[in-house]
Nanobody, 123 residues
Framework: QVQLVESGGGLVQAGGSLRLSCAAS????????MGWFRQAPGKEREFVAA????????YYADSVKGRFAISRDNAKNTMFLQMNTLKPEDTAVYYC????????????????WGQGTQVTVSS
């Protein structure tokens, strides 16, 4: 089992940047594919980005491609989401998730979730 804790959210102006972190407990972090999802008020949760257990492959939603970058440091049991050129429509609660299988974009396929961190982008 793995526990996930997100951090790094906050309020930023449009065009600004934030870096989210997801700290994982346990000694098997490197066995998990990881993902970032987000949920805005009144909207369904949506996929943002995912990374394989080794960090060798990544995948992004079209809406964030070229602006966001997912990465991980298996030695520190931590995953990151660098968010640049933020837009008001990026405002949401951001969640990290883990699954002990191949990379996936559907949230229902993930086994473990963090509590989320709020990102608010003002116009």
């Amino acid at each position: 089992q793995v526990q996930l804790v997100e951090s790094g959210g906050g309020l930023v102006q449009a065009g600004g940047s934030l870096r989210l972190s997801c700290a994982a407990s346990g000694r098997t972090f490197s066995s998990y594919s990881m993902g970032w999802f987000r949920q805005a008020p009144g909207k369904e949760r949506e996929f943002v980005a995912a990374i394989t257990h080794s960090g060798g492959s990544t995948y992004y939603a079209d809406s964030v491609k070229g602006r966001f970058a997912i990465s991980r440091d298996n030695a520190k049991n931590t995953m990151f989401l660098q968010m640049n050129t933020l837009k008001p429509e990026d405002t949401a609660v951001y969640y990290c998730a883990a699954r002990r299988a191949d990379i996936a974009t559907r949230g229902v396929l993930y086994d473990y979730w963090g509590q989320g961190t709020q990102v608010t982008v003002s116009s």
